[in-house]
């Protein structure tokens, strides 16, 4: 654990300090009754149906670790803080007073004019949970005690917060439970919904649950579908066949890593790869953006670069191969090494190349037909991954555009058609893929990069990656790398065969689900029948009826007519269409509108949709008229913290900041980014250091540790347990340190009381106080939570060893800094001490510069280079003054008997050096 690093005067502080770090004794494991706590359940208000009451509690299902609760009892028994009857009555407290309610920031007065708040906002955001079974372990607080801590710390620091929570309630577990039983998912996801908040509820956290909002809301829907409409409408929003990886036996697409040669990884069944027309949304055409975008951002280093590669700007140059014998075909190629052109042997195409059954000879029909149909049952991420080469030449030929030499082209595997031009020009001898690939099927090898190294004979047993100088090239040898790349770029655009090309690693967003339990796109489409048909007289719905859905002609929803609801279903599989399970609900599916038949899209969005903008719709989460209102923009945004998993590094953020960059430019914001800060907590591992599961049974339900400790006592244990972004195992045995911490502060405060308030404040106590101040201003400020605690940790003791002579402000104080990180501890000991209101707004403390800096040091003494003793003098001291002290130690003046003393090495404040012979 990191502890607090500033100095002290007091050895008995020092030794105080040095035993709350050490003293963490093992709980007791004798068996015990557990602390059984009464507190309020919430219910959450549904959502996209009207569903029936739910029970107020949920059982845990998790497979959980047992959470020993005697040694709190005991405490309890022997006068300790009452935790189990202190927290639920804060708790009511601040439900009551509306204590976290978030603050108007402007104020319309009967004369019509506008006051706007003089306080500067903090939006404090968590990213917010799926509402999963299980419920929440005690890995998910870390990072919402986190914000709380710091949406705390604001307010009494006199910002306007707004510190808000919901949920991303679509996805797959609730549909697949739903298909398992029959249970319809809104019921399990309100039922799910519950338990998280009564358990986020019984943490203390400070949110402002006025602003709950849930994905699956009608009214979230809603908005989440009128964005969609925006996107459409701006052309960002387009219908593609891609290829994708779909189960028939699942019903559904599975994504690249949930196929493992060409099987499902969930049940082994066949995986076929076939085109499948979807939403995309032309995320690249913000690349550029995105990019961009991040300078300015204070987010994690590894973060910034995560996004960076996900985006994948290449700067290179496309080329275009002719193909002998079908004129006015091209190959197109893109190269970041434009200098290696003159050095290629032959082109691979992916087998799903449009040119591949045109370019293929008859001779090698049949090879390629039996390689394509192999190639078709494994994901890109199968193919890309393997380290085997495989490949089919294909008997045609591309035409060099420079030298006008025949080069084979072959398919190959590794190539994919959804990335890039789906083709490369193949370069042996400078690409190592490449090199591999020819010497397998025995293709040429040409040089045409040499070392910069003058006498450097290059290996022919590997290729030569590195930049250096051409040669075999033509005009172009002896031209380095960077001069032959533009060189060659530059030849290429004046033939017309080529020119500069920017490309991106990024591909547009595909944006359509196959399944229920998502938000439903809000497009439909008309409906055809046989010339001669009167629409009037036939049903598409009914089986026999021949009709065509024209998928080329999309319509969207009248906004005045949005949400599009899903439609009632019993049976949530998706089945084995391709169009999805929606694709049954023929009622629902089919309608009729001025006399004409249309047909609403059966796909769904994925989940991220939902959380794309989520923090928006906090903002204004009960405004009818609008997603939210242009003013609440100006109020609050951008986002001031933004906390959650690194998980959500790449994908998620990408997808938010794509949607929030569209909705600027369109002008319902102000701010060109959503999130200023970004803080990435590290994950709680079980006892076992591996991470938390069911299946390992190192699961520890928050609940557990609530009943037995109490929740302040978690919250506190999260953020001493080390740094907030560091990876740490969780140890159960180590939550009675920060038990014993709760238990003397609460001590102390009684002393403090017990004294009517005429205990005075000595100098060491009040030097030791400002120290505190300082230091736990200045941790919380920097996120270091674990240091502060430390310090308030060594306070606490100083206070305890006053006994009854506790003063009143120093106990105050102290209270103040506890507040933000046990807040049930901090408002019950500041009502002991007299306050009859919350101290949620009481101003943060201030400490006294002056008395933050030590008067006097303690500095070591050496006699010829080795520690004999210290000293401790006034910072200024001089040297004579130095030695005089040095010489009461009779240490040191053992150490000088008989010798003389030739030199005096003295650094002040530092070190004392006494060289003697």
């Not at 959380?611 to 001031?640: Q, T």
């Not at 030590?854 to 070591?860: A, Q, Y």
Request: hydrophobic share 35%; net charge negative; aromatic share 10%.
């Amino acid at each position: 654990m990191m502890l607090a690093s500033f100095s002290m005067t007091s050895s008995s502080t020092a030794a105080a300090f040095r035993s709350t770090v050490v003293r963490t004794a093992t709980a007791s494991s004798s068996a015990a009754s557990r602390i059984t706590r009464q507190r309020p359940r919430s219910h959450h208000a549904f959502i996209v149906h009207t569903s029936s009451s739910l029970p107020s509690t949920t059982r845990r299902s998790m497979s959980e670790t047992t959470i020993d609760s005697s040694s709190s009892a005991a405490t309890q028994e022997k006068g300790g803080y009452p935790f189990a009857e202190v927290e639920p009555k804060w708790q009511e407290y601040w439900k009551r007073h509306e204590t976290f309610k978030t603050p108007k920031r402007r104020i319309k007065k009967e004369d019509g004019t506008v006051v706007k708040s003089d306080k500067k906002k903090k939006y404090v955001l968590d990213m917010f949970p799926y509402p999963s079974g299980a419920g929440l372990h005690v890995g998910h607080p870390e990072g919402y005690t986190a914000s709380d801590v710091m949406s705390r710390y604001w307010r009494m620091t006199n910002h306007d917060v707004l510190h808000p929570i919901g949920w991303d309630s679509f996805g797959l577990p609730a549909e697949q439970f739903a298909i398992n039983t029959g249970t319809h998912p809104e019921v399990t996801t309100a039922k799910n919904i519950a338990n998280f908040k009564r358990q986020l509820q019984m943490l203390g956290f400070s949110y402002d649950w006025d602003k709950e909002v849930a994905t699956t809301d009608v009214n979230y829907v809603k908005w989440t579908q009128w964005i969609f409409l925006q996107l459409y409408k701006k052309g960002l929003a387009t219908q593609s066949e891609v290829s994708v990886n779909w189960c028939p036996a699942l019903g559904t697409v599975l994504a690249n890593e949930e196929v493992i040669n060409g099987l499902s990884e969930r049940g082994d069944h066949p995986v076929v790869r076939l085109p499948l027309r979807q939403w995309v949304l032309k995320i690249t055409e913000y690349a550029d953006r995105l990019e961009q975008g991040l300078e300015g951002l204070d987010w994690p280093s590894g973060t910034m670069t995560a996004q960076e590669q996900w985006i994948g700007k290449s700067e290179g140059t496309e080329i275009e191969f002719k193909v002998d014998g079908l004129d006015g075909e091209k190959v197109t190629v893109f190269t970041t090494r434009a200098d290696t052109l003159f050095g290629v042997t032959y082109v691979t195409l992916a087998p799903e190349h449009p040119l591949v059954s045109a370019i293929t000879t008859p001779e090698q029909k049949e090879a390629v037909d039996a390689y394509v149909a192999t190639t078709s049952s494994r994901s890109d991420l199968d193919r890309t991954s393997s380290k085997e080469k495989t490949g089919v030449f294909t008997g045609g030929y591309a035409i060099h555009p420079l030298t006008n030499e025949k080069v084979p082209i072959w398919i190959g595997d590794y190539v994919l058609g959804s990335y890039g031009t789906g083709a490369v020009m193949a370069v042996p001898a400078h690409d190592e893929r490449d090199f591999e690939f020819a010497e397998k099927f025995g293709l040429g090898v040409k040089w045409v990069v040499d070392s910069k190294e003058e006498g450097e004979e290059l290996s022919k047993e590997q290729a030569f990656t590195e930049h250096g100088v051409s040669v075999n090239s033509g005009d172009f040898d002896g031209l380095t790398t960077a001069e032959a790349k533009k060189a060659i770029t530059a030849k290429l655009a004046e033939i017309s065969a080529g020119g500069p090309k920017i490309t991106y690693k990024l591909r547009d967003w595909v944006f359509s689900r196959q399944r229920y339990w998502g938000e439903p796109i809000p497009i439909y489409f008309p409906v055809d029948f046989p010339e001669g048909v009167d629409p009037t007289t036939v049903d598409p719905k009914d089986e026999e009826c021949d009709h065509t859905i024209r998928f080329d002609q999309p319509i969207p929803v009248d906004e005045a007519d949005l949400p599009l609801k899903l439609p009632e279903m019993e049976n949530f599989s998706p089945g084995d269409d391709p169009a999805g399970c929606l694709a049954r609900a023929k009622d629902w599916r089919y309608f009729q509108k001025d006399g004409k038949w249309f047909a609403r899209e059966t796909n769904t969005m994925p989940q991220w949709a939902g959380s794309c903008w989520y923090y928006f719709r906090f903002l204004d989460p009960k405004n009818d008229a609008a997603a939210f209102s242009p003013e609440l923009d100006e109020d609050w945004m951008p986002v001031d913290l933004y906390v959650g998993g690194a998980e959500h590094a790449v994908l998620h953020l990408l997808y938010a900041r794509f949607w929030h960059q569209v909705l600027f430019d369109l002008g319902y914001t102000k701010h060109p980014e959503p999130f200023q800060k970004l803080v990435h907590q590290g994950m709680i591992l079980g006892s076992d250091g591996e991470k938390m599961s069911k299946s390992r049974g190192n699961v520890v339900n928050p609940d557990d540790v609530v009943d037995a400790h109490g929740a302040d006592a978690l919250r506190l244990y999260e953020m001493f347990m080390g740094p907030l972004e560091a990876v740490k195992p969780w140890q159960t045995s180590q939550v009675a340190g920060v038990v014993r911490f709760q238990n003397k502060l609460y001590n102390v405060v009684q002393s403090a009381v017990t004294n009517g308030g005429v205990a005075e404040m000595d100098d060491e106590t009040t030097k030791i106080l400002h120290k505190t101040m300082k230091k736990v201003t200045e941790d919380i400020e920097s996120m270091s939570f674990n240091t502060a605690i430390s310090a308030m940790m060594v306070l606490t003791n100083h206070l305890t060893s006053l006994k009854d002579q506790v003063p009143k402000e120093a106990a105050e104080k102290l209270v103040l800094m506890v507040s933000p990180f046990a807040p049930h501890i901090g408002e019950e000991c500041w009502s002991l001490l007299g306050h009859e209101t919350s101290l949620a707004h009481h101003p943060w403390v201030e400490y006294d510069e002056s008395l933050c800096v030590d008067n006097t040091v303690v500095i070591g003494v050496q006699v010829n280079g080795k520690k004999r003793g210290e000293i401790e003098i006034a910072v200024d001291a001089d040297q004579d003054t130095a030695m005089t002290e040095a010489k009461k130690d009779s240490k040191v003046l053992n150490q000088l008997d008989g010798k003389n003393v030739k030199k005096i090495i003295y650094v002040p404040g530092r070190i004392l050096n006494i060289v003697a012979k």
